[in-house]
Each structure stands twice: as C-alpha cells, then as structure tokens.
C-alpha cells in the first residue's frame, strides 16, 4: 500500500523522472508537477494503483479522475478524436485544456478512472517534468490534485506534503506551479454541441472562438474533477467580495484591497490565479478562525478564480 513509510522526495533530474517512473509501473503512487496544480498520479490501466488514489486522497468514487497523456496518438488509443477535438488539441495541447470524450471501447483504462461513466477526461499537460515523465513512462497516468479530497489544491511541494506526507510512495519536485489553477474542463458531445463543466485558464472566450457557443443546459452527474458544489475548501466559513477584514477574519486581498495575503497587489488575474491556493493555504493555517475575500472581477480567468472561491466557501 502506497501509505507506509515515508513519502519519498525526487529531484526533477534524469534519476529522479526515472524512479518515479519506477515507481508508477509498480502500482504505486506518485505526487507530480503539472503547469497547473500538482497531481497524485498513478497508472491508469490498473484499478489497483488507481483505488490507491482514491484511498489516498479519501476521494467520492463517484467523482472521474483526468488522465494525463504524453501525445495525441496515446490520447487516440484511449476516445475517438472528431475534427472539434483535434482543433482544440492543436490550439491548447500541451496546455491546461481538458477535453470530455466518449471512452473508446477497449481502451485500457480501469473502470475507476471514468467513475463507470462512457466519457474520458483527457489532458496533455505543459509541464517540461510531467512530459519527460511521460515519455520515460509511455503510459497515460491518471492523476487528480495532490491533496485530501475536498482540500485546497497544492501549487508547491509543501502543500502536497502537509496532507500526504507517508500516504504516498514519490513527491517529483518541479517547484511551484506557473499557472496555480486547475484546467479548463469541456465536455464535447456527440450531437455537436459541447459544455463548459469547469473554468480554467483556457478562457470561455478562447473556446467559443473556434466551436461556437456552448449547450449550457447542465445534468446532475458529475463528469469530471471539480464539479462538487463544495470543493477545495480551507476548512473555515470563507467571505467573498469583502472590502476589509473583521476582527476574527484573515484577509485574502487583491488590488487596493490590502491582505495578510495578497492574491495581486497590481490586480492581475494571472497573478492572483497563480497565488490563489498559496494564499487559501495560508489562510487555512492562520490563527483567525474565518477568511474573507477581496472582490475579484469575472472577467476572463477572473471567472474561473471567483469560481474557486465559491466553492471554497459552501
């Protein structure tokens, strides 16, 4: 079991990318860098290492896993690719897009991964680490955020740790994420409409460019990471929009709006998205017993943070 002892550290070198590929074809499990938030990878034709993820994580196994793939030809052997897929795959892979395909039959995928859903999440990450992993490895890896389920996503090695810590078997230091918000989520259906399941940093906008407006009449089920009304949550009642703090509050600020931790002190969203989870891990740890929230515009990947937050605050 991929729990006992301690959690092994890996530099990201040639040594260090080849013991974590060591790791990941014996089953176990393996905490790594992605562009976006780290990811707690296993191998994804095995239901075995894949029900680790989810003892480790503590995870809903209702909830479907992305699976991370080194190229296009490994992401066609697992769902069909029609002409709207391939245009987003050339336009956002490698990259923080994840694309909802139908599971094409017999590909070799543990039944855990798509939460026995006819649908795959697929995901070709950007990261120069996680892709050299993938090349060493030449197996997709499925690979949800490196933390307890529910909790805030980890952007540096630390955070994985301060939940995972002798739960796993590998942590592949790549250093903090660049880009510190998960990926853009579409589901592509078969009757040529498509959805936005989650935001991300591939803007709405960016997507609509080449599909077309998106069906947004949405079901209950969930078809992929991050679709729970409460997630990535710190574990304290969150305030949003507020423009100063109470007196029992830690202060998350953007802009004008001064904090304990600020998101971007210049208001740019691309800042504040990279900083979101360092500062609601901060917050979490902090004595004050409640956080509130400067406001933070919707526009562009503004969306996909004040989505976060929301969430965090259910």
């Known amino acids: 079991m991929s729990g006992k002892g301690a959690t092994e550290w890996l530099a990201a070198d040639e040594e260090g990318i080849a013991r974590a590929a060591e790791l990941l074809r014996a089953g176990r499990l393996v905490a790594v860098p992605t562009e976006t938030v780290y990811g707690l990878a296993a191998r994804a034709d095995s239901a075995k290492a894949v029900a680790e993820i989810y003892r480790a994580k503590g995870r809903p196994d209702f909830n479907p896993l992305i699976v991370h793939v080194a190229g296009l030809e490994m992401a066609e052997r697992l769902a069909p690719f029609d002409d709207r897929a391939r245009v987003l795959a050339s336009r956002f892979w490698p990259g923080p897009l ?48 490196a933390n307890r389920s529910g909790g805030v996503s980890p952007t540096e090695p630390a955070h994985v740790l301060s939940s995972l810590d002798g739960r796993i078997a590998g942590l592949l230091d790549g250093g903090r994420c660049a880009t510190g918000l998960e990926s853009t989520i579409v589901a592509l259906r078969g009757d040529g409409s498509w959805q936005l399941l989650r935001p991300g940093p591939v803007a709405r906008a960016d997507i609509v460019e080449p599909l077309g407006e998106p069906h947004d009449v949405t079901s ?15 574990g304290k009642p969150v305030r949003l929009d507020a423009g100063a703090a109470g007196p ?9 709006v001064v904090g304990d931790c600020t998101l971007s002190a210049d208001g740019d969203l691309a800042e504040a998205a990279a900083r979101l989870y360092a500062c609601l891990h901060l917050a979490a740890a902090a004595s004050q017993p409640r956080i509130a929230v400067a406001p933070v515009p919707a526009e562009g990947i503004g969306a996909a943070i004040r989505d976060r937050l929301a969430r965090a605050a259910v």
């Open 98 to 145: 994840t694309m909802v395909l139908p599971l094409r039959e017999g590909a070799p995928i543990a039944p855990a991964v798509s939460a026995g859903l006819p649908t795959l999440a697929l995901r070709m990450p950007a990261h120069p680490v996680m892709r050299a992993l993938l090349a060493e490895l030449g197996l997709p890896l499925a690979a949800p955020s």
């Open 220 to 234: 209950a089920t969930i078809e992929a990471p991050g679709q729970l009304a409460s997630h990535y949550s710190p």
């Open 248 to 256: 029992d509050e830690f202060m998350i600020g953007f802009g004008e």
